[in-house]
């Protein structure tokens, strides 16, 4: 219908440009019609009151308008209109049939194969419109593009489907050869995640249109899958971990699955899942990370009856776990039971080590848990070498004036540039009547405390968790969340507690201390490169002296407060790869963040990556130093196998050994083409209108061929469409015409 009022397809008028071919000067134009227009009006004006009196000012003002629209079309016609446009010079160009041989392309959505129908669309006459015209080259599409004589060489059985490499592989070929656009047959379903700006940048450089033809339901009937799963890539030896397992649906709303985690074959965590509509649906399982060691965390459905798909209910992750141990720096400035059972939690957990130093009389301190008797000897550190070897910091009932202007500077950059984690506890000489309503310990602190002191009372309170608190894994005191919430809420009574004031913006209350109000008891926040909280008591003590000797709430609750206290300090070399799953692509990059034993940033070291392969097999990398980034080392990687690869980075400046650490990733091999099977139209049609191309359904596909001539890639020429012949015009001077004298007789001024 478009053709025949317009004469020419729709990318005519959209990539051509409008002239006017007489020699006549284009003012000449202009003064005529705004002269007609005049005069016309000016009639008008000067018989407005010979008009019936039913012919108001507003429709003479139509007439005068439908006339002078009439008068202006024809003295334009004088003027030859045209388009000027860009087009392909016939069979000097080349134009790529890409066709997606993905196993994606194999699902059948509506009886035949999606490759089926793609082969039908092309001998159903596109293939030849396009030969008459054009040169054709025909490509295959998996990982990259392979051409192919014919349609026999496409088997739908390619595991990975990489558009952008392919489309890649073509705007490199477009520097040679006269290739005038590329037609796509694919249903969208790329493993990589999307065309990146380079090659789309590459495409509109050589003015390379990519037109996309989209084939699959946007969306299966009966599918559940597994679209993601996070999980932290390492870990303390027993802790107590949290699994992100994102899911996708369609038709299964309200069903209930149940969603298994996996390790080394051994179930460790379990939940039963009720299906939602929304989009995506985010699950969170809880697990115990076990022993040290390099392991596979896989996350899992069990198939519903009807799904069309179960091979995408999985998703595999690899996580490290460390057995090193997490030292802490405690100073305690009174002997008090706290002191002695926070001690005593820590000694039972192998990850832990709490080195104390205790304010026994005013010039006396009490060290336990040092590893030599030099250690602490000259009191609290004054260098950061000696402070920094330490990953986390507690401040128990100790006035701020204890520490020297230096020390205080220090325990700063402890948290900001170490990147460790400090604890602050309630006490008589702790948080504002400690005096720590200062610099820096008032940047440091997640709350803003109350002016003045007194604000230790040494009365009653319940402690309450927030609903973060409730979420946290810091407070979790049984396995099962309702079960611990419940256990939090017969908690015994705390002795003592006190005012922390308000909490900043950013940081999180996990509890609360009920006493005639509610304040905050248990606030965290991240400082810097770490992370700050505030314990606003002394007398969590209770809550193991008065319950049953069996109960280990009080033990559980410390030792994962100390775990996240120090548990994420790192380490003087952090190392890290660009993904932790690569799907069908081995291509990655290995980093390492390196710094002295100051923890300054090391420009000058000497970094080496050992990267074991899945069959055991190793390779020494050297890292290279990134040059706008001081102390950032990087290296190129390839992970040639399918498994999971662990990455141990290790730093020297000369013969100072800086440390290590490690990584882990994991190459997923044939497993991409399982996941999002619906046909991807978002992503086609981006690519057409990024590359000024088009989106086409298989039905109106047979307009490709002529639409696709007017190209300025390949060997073009300038070519002139006129205009005044359209029957569009025919029918519009003949409407103008019509709809004044309809107006007329209806009016009563025929």
């Not at 390099?294 to 999985?314: C, F, H, Q």
């Not at 950032?632 to 141990?648: E, T």
């Amino acid at each position: 219908m478009f053709e025949f009022l317009f004469k020419y397809p729709p990318a005519v008028f959209l990539k051509g440009t409008l002239v006017l071919l007489s020699s006549w000067p284009r003012w000449i134009l202009f003064s005529a019609s705004l002269a007609l227009v005049a005069v016309l009006a000016l009639v008008f004006w000067q018989r407005r009151r010979s008009f019936s009196p039913r012919l108001q000012a507003v429709r003479a003002g139509v007439l005068w308008l439908l006339q002078s629209s009439l008068l202006v079309l024809l003295l334009l016609l004088l003027w030859e209109p045209a388009i000027s446009v860009t087009a392909l010079q016939p069979q000097t160009n080349i134009v790529a049939v890409v066709i997606d041989d993905s196993s994606s392309m194999s699902l059948k959505d509506v009886g035949a194969s999606r490759q089926q129908q793609a082969i039908d669309v092309l001998n159903g006459g596109l293939l030849k419109n396009l030969q008459t015209r054009f040169q054709v080259r025909l490509y295959r599409l998996g990982s990259g593009i392979e051409r192919i004589p014919g349609m026999t060489g496409l088997h739908a059985d390619q595991p990975a489907t990489q558009i952008g490499q392919g489309l890649r592989q073509l705007a490199d070929d477009a520097a040679t050869l006269p290739i005038g656009a590329v037609v796509l047959l694919s249903d969208g379903a790329d493993n990589t995640g999307g065309v990146d700006f380079e090659t789309l940048s590459e495409l509109r450089r050589r003015r390379l249109p990519v037109n996309a033809i989209g084939f699959g339901r946007q969306q299966l009937a009966n599918d559940v899958e597994v679209d993601g799963l996070d999980v932290p890539d390492k870990a303390l030896n027993g802790s107590r971990l949290e699994a992100e397992v994102t899911i996708r649906q369609n038709g299964f709303e309200g069903k209930v699955a149940r969603l298994v985690l996996t390790s080394a074959g051994s179930v460790v965590a379990t939940k039963q899942v009720t299906l939602q509509q929304a989009p995506e649906q985010v699950e969170t399982v809880e697990f115990n990370a076990g022993k040290a060691g390099v392991k596979n965390i896989e996350a899992r459905l069990d198939p519903l009856p009807g799904e069309e798909n179960p091979s995408n209910n999985y998703a595999t992750r690899v996580l490290a776990v460390d057995n090193a141990t997490r030292r802490l720096l405690y100073v305690e400035g009174e002997p008090r039971w706290e002191f002695k059972f926070i001690r005593r939690a820590a000694d039972d957990d192998p990850a832990l080590q709490v080195v104390s130093m205790l304010r026994t009389t005013q010039n006396k301190i009490y060290r336990q848990g040092i590893s030599s008797p030099m250690e602490l000897a000259d009191g609290f550190p004054t260098k950061p070498e000696d402070l920094f070897e330490y990953q986390g910091l507690i401040l128990g009932s100790i006035e701020s004036a204890f520490f020297t202007p230096v020390q205080q500077q220090l325990i700063k950059d402890f948290v900001d540039r170490r990147g460790g984690g400090l604890l602050f506890l309630g006490g008589r000489w702790g948080l504002s009547d400690g005096g720590y309503n200062v610099p820096p310990f008032i940047e440091l602190l997640p709350v803003t405390l109350p002016p003045g002191k007194n604000n230790f009372q040494r009365t009653f309170g319940a402690a309450e968790l927030t609903d973060a608190g409730k979420r946290s894994l810091i407070c979790r005191i049984e396995d099962d969340p309702q079960k611990s919430a419940d256990h939090w809420e017969v908690l015994p009574y705390l002795a003592n507690y006190e005012n922390a004031g308000r909490p900043k913006p950013g940081a999180v209350v996990l509890a609360n201390v009920a006493a005639g109000g509610r304040l905050p008891l248990l606030v965290t926040e991240n400082y810097g490169r770490g992370r700050t909280a505030v314990f606003a008591t002394g007398g969590s003590w209770r809550w193991r002296m008065q319950q049953p000797v069996g109960d280990t709430s009080q033990e559980t609750f410390w030792r994962q407060l100390l775990r996240w206290t120090a548990g994420a300090t790192p380490s003087r070399v952090v190392a890290s790869a660009s993904t932790h799953v690569l799907e069908d692509n081995g291509r990655l990059q290995l980093r390492a963040e390196v710094r002295d034993l100051s923890y300054l940033p090391a420009a000058d070291a000497e970094v080496r990556a050992h990267v074991v392969a899945p069959d055991g097999t190793a390779e020494d990398i050297p890292l290279h130093p990134e040059p706008l980034a001081q102390g950032i080392y990087v290296a190129d990687s390839n992970a040639s196998q399918a498994g999971s690869y662990i990455a141990q980075i290790t730093a020297r400046r000369g013969s100072q050994d800086l440390g290590g650490d490690v990584t882990t990733f994991r190459r997923e091999n044939g497993v991409a083409e399982n996941f999002h099977r619906e046909q991807n139209k978002e992503l086609l049609q981006k690519l057409a209108d990024e590359t000024g191309g088009r989106y086409y359904t298989p039905s109106d596909a047979y307009r490709l061929p002529q639409e696709i001539a007017y190209s300025e890639a390949g060997i073009t020429a300038h070519e002139m469409k006129d205009l005044w012949n359209m029957p569009a015009v025919f029918l519009l001077a003949l409407a103008l015409k019509s709809a004044e004298w309809l107006l007329r007789r209806r009016w009563g001024a025929v």
